[in-house]
């Protein structure tokens, strides 16, 4: 059985600002979707909303955005990042999301544990060109680094056809293997969430 309070984060890193459509927000929020089919509730945050400062420190100063964000990641049992492609990577907010992540490789609990270590990340790609896995894979491994949990096969995305201007949120409808990938996401995910609550990480102090 999987608890009932588990929830989930979706760090959309679109380079469009709210309240305009974006493609990233609409595969993030049919993520968020999947998750409420299992009981796990949500919600997302667009980081170009939040005037992210750059740097590698949890707070830099004055009308630095990122400790409200780090204080929702820190608060969610699942953290989804999704990004745009561009020019085949992951996009600039994405990575910078990611410097700031940075900060929590010298933060540990009462036991020595990373801070993050009983969270699990999950990563959301969409764009219409290549580059869904290379983007995946650099997030994995950035996540994995600071002490995120990845799941089996916690990642979906869609590209369209290279070279082209379709777009996702042009779709008429989700495609069915982007529906079947984002809900696999999710349930891998909880269940992995879920384990961690159960059986934590042992600690690395005495």
């Known amino acids: 059985m999987m608890p009932r309070d588990i929830s989930v984060l979706a760090l959309v890193c679109t380079l469009t600002p709210s309240p305009e459509l974006s493609s990233t927000q609409l595969l993030a929020d049919q993520v968020l979707a999947s998750f409420r089919e299992l009981g796990v509730l949500g919600q997302s945050v667009r980081t170009v909303d939040m005037n992210v400062s750059p740097g590698v420190t949890a707070n830099e100063g004055d009308g630095d955005g990122w400790p409200r964000i780090r204080s929702l990641i820190m608060a969610a049992d699942i953290l989804l990042v999704a ?3 561009w020019m085949g990577h992951a996009s600039s907010e994405a990575y910078r999301a990611m410097e700031r ?16 270590a009983g969270k699990v990340a999950t990563v959301a790609v969409v764009g219409n060109e290549d580059g869904a896995h290379k983007a995946t894979a650099d997030l994995y491994q950035g996540l ?10 916690g990642g979906t995305y869609w590209v369209g056809q290279a070279m082209q201007t379709v777009d996702y949120k042009d779709l008429d409808s989700i495609p069915d293997e982007v529906a079947n990938a984002n809900l696999l996401l999710a349930t891998n995910a909880t269940h992995l969430a879920s384990v961690l609550r159960e059986k934590p990480y042992l600690p690395t102090r005495p």
């Open 83 to 85: 990004t745009p492609i």
């Open 101 to 116: 992540l940075d900060a929590e490789l010298s933060t540990f609990d009462d036991e020595g544990r990373a801070i993050l």
């Open 144 to 153: 994995n680094d600071v002490g995120f949990t990845i799941p089996s096969q």
